[in-house]
C-alpha cells in the first residue's frame, strides 16, 4: 500500500474492520485465495500474507476470490466510513473538518481521503468544499443574494468565494444562474453505478469500472456548460428507487424522465432501443431496421455504447445475429446477467 505498509495492512485484517473492504485485498499463500478485510474465514498467519491494492492485482498474482467474502465484486454496500462523514456534511456544511478534527473523531485522514477519493475522485476536503459550493448554486438559484450564498458556502471571504465560484462555474456569482448538475453513486447488485441528475432529468447512468467515464463527465458538462458537483436530487431518489425494483424482478418500465445529448441518428437509435419490450432481445441488424437503415449495423453498434444511460437505455437487449451476447460497454457477464434478470426463464 502506498500509504499503509504491510504490517498495518495485517492489522486491519485480524481486526475485522469491513471499513477497508474495498481499500486493500490479501492473499494467503498457503491457500491461494485472497480476500477482503472483514472477511468471516478464518485469519491466517501473517507470514502467509502478501496484500494488494486491487483485485486484479490479486487475480493477476494466481490468487482465487474466496467464496465468502467475494472480493472480485464491488462491495454491496458503501463505506461506512464514507456515509458517516457525508452524513457529517449535510448535517453542518459550514463545519471544517482538518486532519486533527477526523483523528478526534477516531478517523484516520489517509484513510478517509483514499476512500473519497477511489468513490467522489477527489479527497474528503475537496468533497466538502464542492458541497459547500452546491448549496450556494441552490441558494442562488432560488434568488438569494450573493452575501448569502457566500454565507450559505460557509466563505467568510467574499474574493475568496468569487473565485472558488468562478473556478466551479466558470462565472461570478452575481447575477448567475449555476443550475449545475448533481452527481452521486447508487449502489446494485451487478456494482456501483454513478447517476448525474438535476431537479428535472436523468442525464448519465453508469456503472463505475466502465472506461473512460472522466471523459463522458468533461463531455457532458461541456455540450451543457454546467458544471458537475456532488449531491443528489429527486430525480436521483426516483431512478435509485426504480434500479431497486428492477433487480427484483417487480419493475419493467422506468419512468424516470431522461436528457440525452446525442446526434440525430444516436437519438433515434436510442429511441427505437427503449422499443425493445423487456424480456425480449434484438439482433443489431432487427435494431438497424427499426431505425429506418438496414445498412447501418455497425453504426447502431456504435450509438448502443454511447447512450450513456445504462439498463434505461436497454443496450444490453442487443445481440449478435448467430444468438451470442456480442458486446457490452459494462462487459459481456454483466449483460447476461441483466438479460436473466429479465427473462429468468
Given at each position: 500500500?502506498?500509504?499503509?505498509?504491510?504490517?498495518?495492512?495485517?492489522?486491519?485484517?485480524?481486526?475485522?474492520?469491513?471499513?477497508?473492504?474495498?481499500?486493500?485485498?490479501?492473499?494467503?499463500?498457503?491457500?491461494?485465495?485472497?480476500?477482503?478485510?472483514?472477511?468471516?474465514?478464518?485469519?491466517?498467519?501473517?507470514?502467509?500474507?502478501?496484500?494488494?491494492?486491487?483485485?486484479?492485482?490479486?487475480?493477476?498474482?494466481?490468487?482465487?476470490?474466496?467464496?465468502?467474502?467475494?472480493?472480485?465484486?464491488?462491495?454491496?454496500?458503501?463505506?461506512?466510513?464514507?456515509?458517516?462523514?457525508?452524513?457529517?456534511?449535510?448535517?453542518?456544511?459550514?463545519?471544517?473538518?482538518?486532519?486533527?478534527?477526523?483523528?478526534?473523531?477516531?478517523?484516520?485522514?489517509?484513510?478517509?481521503?483514499?476512500?473519497?477519493?477511489?468513490?467522489?475522485?477527489?479527497?474528503?476536503?475537496?468533497?466538502?468544499?464542492?458541497?459547500?459550493?452546491?448549496?450556494?448554486?441552490?441558494?442562488?438559484?432560488?434568488?438569494?443574494?450573493v452575501i448569502n450564498a457566500q454565507l450559505d458556502a460557509g466563505y467568510e471571504?467574499?474574493?475568496?468565494?468569487?473565485a472558488a465560484f468562478a473556478k466551479t462555474f466558470g462565472r461570478a456569482p452575481?447575477?448567475?444562474?449555476?443550475?449545475?448538475?448533481?452527481?452521486?453513486?447508487?449502489?446494485?447488485?451487478?456494482?456501483?453505478?454513478?447517476?448525474?441528475?438535476?431537479?428535472?432529468?436523468?442525464?448519465?447512468?453508469?456503472?463505475?469500472?466502465?472506461?473512460?467515464?472522466?471523459?463522458?463527465?468533461?463531455?457532458?458538462?461541456?455540450?451543457?456548460?454546467?458544471?458537475?458537483?456532488?449531491?443528489?436530487?429527486?430525480?436521483?431518489?426516483?431512478?435509485?428507487?426504480?434500479?431497486?425494483?428492477?433487480?427484483?424482478?417487480?419493475?419493467?418500465?422506468?419512468?424516470?424522465?431522461?436528457?440525452?445529448?446525442?446526434?440525430?441518428?444516436?437519438?433515434r437509435t436510442w429511441v427505437q432501443l427503449q422499443n425493445i419490450p423487456h424480456?425480449?432481445?434484438?439482433?443489431?441488424?432487427?435494431?438497424?431496421?427499426?431505425?429506418?437503415?438496414?445498412?447501418?449495423?455497425?453504426?447502431?453498434?456504435?450509438?448502443?455504447?454511447?447512450?450513456?444511460?445504462?439498463?434505461?437505455?436497454?443496450?444490453?437487449?442487443?445481440?449478435?445475429?448467430?444468438?451470442?451476447?456480442?458486446?457490452?460497454?459494462?462487459?459481456?457477464?454483466?449483460?447476461?446477467?441483466?438479460?436473466?434478470?429479465?427473462?429468468?426463464?
Amino acid at each position: 500500500m502506498k500509504s499503509m505498509n504491510d504490517d498495518k495492512c495485517y492489522e486491519i485484517l485480524a481486526a475485522r474492520n469491513a471499513e477497508y473492504a474495498d481499500v486493500f485485498f490479501v492473499g494467503v499463500l498457503t491457500t491461494q485465495i485472497f480476500c477482503r478485510p472483514g472477511c468471516p474465514a478464518r485469519l491466517p498467519k501473517r507470514e502467509n500474507c502478501t496484500f494488494y491494492e486491487t483485485a486484479d492485482e490479486a487475480l493477476a498474482a494466481g490468487f482465487r476470490a474466496c467464496k465468502r467474502c467475494h472480493p472480485a465484486h464491488p462491495v454491496s454496500s458503501e463505506s461506512a466510513l464514507v456515509r458517516r462523514l457525508i452524513d457529517l456534511v449535510e448535517e453542518d456544511p459550514d463545519r471544517r473538518m482538518g486532519e486533527a478534527d477526523l483523528k478526534a473523531m477516531g478517523v484516520d485522514p489517509s484513510t478517509a481521503r483514499r476512500q473519497f477519493q477511489r468513490r467522489f475522485g477527489m479527497s474528503f476536503s475537496q468533497y466538502a468544499r464542492k458541497r459547500r459550493l452546491a448549496l450556494a448554486a441552490q441558494s442562488l438559484t432560488k434568488g438569494d443574494s450573493v452575501i448569502n450564498a457566500q454565507l450559505d458556502a460557509g466563505y467568510e471571504s467574499a474574493s475568496g468565494f468569487r473565485a472558488a465560484f468562478a473556478k466551479t462555474f466558470g462565472r461570478a456569482p452575481k447575477g448567475a444562474n449555476p443550475d449545475p448538475l448533481y452527481i452521486d453513486w447508487i449502489t446494485t447488485p451487478l456494482g456501483r453505478m454513478i447517476a448525474i441528475c438535476d431537479e428535472a432529468s436523468l442525464y448519465l447512468l453508469e456503472f463505475t469500472d466502465r472506461k473512460n467515464m472522466t471523459r463522458q463527465f468533461e463531455k457532458l458538462r461541456k455540450m451543457q456548460s454546467r458544471a458537475i458537483l456532488p449531491g443528489r436530487t429527486a430525480v436521483t431518489d426516483q431512478i435509485e428507487g426504480e434500479l431497486t425494483a428492477y433487480f427484483k424482478g417487480d419493475l419493467t418500465e422506468f419512468l424516470t424522465p431522461l436528457a440525452t445529448s446525442g446526434t440525430e441518428f444516436q437519438n433515434r437509435t436510442w429511441v427505437q432501443l427503449q422499443n425493445i419490450p423487456h424480456g425480449e432481445t434484438r439482433s443489431y441488424a432487427q435494431l438497424a431496421e427499426m431505425v429506418g437503415d438496414p445498412k447501418a449495423v455497425r453504426a447502431v453498434a456504435g450509438a448502443n455504447s454511447k447512450n450513456g444511460l445504462a439498463i434505461i437505455i436497454p443496450c444490453h437487449r442487443v445481440i449478435a445475429k448467430d444468438g451470442g451476447l456480442g458486446g457490452y460497454a459494462g462487459g459481456v457477464s454483466r449483460k447476461a446477467k441483466l438479460l436473466e434478470i429479465e427473462n429468468p426463464d
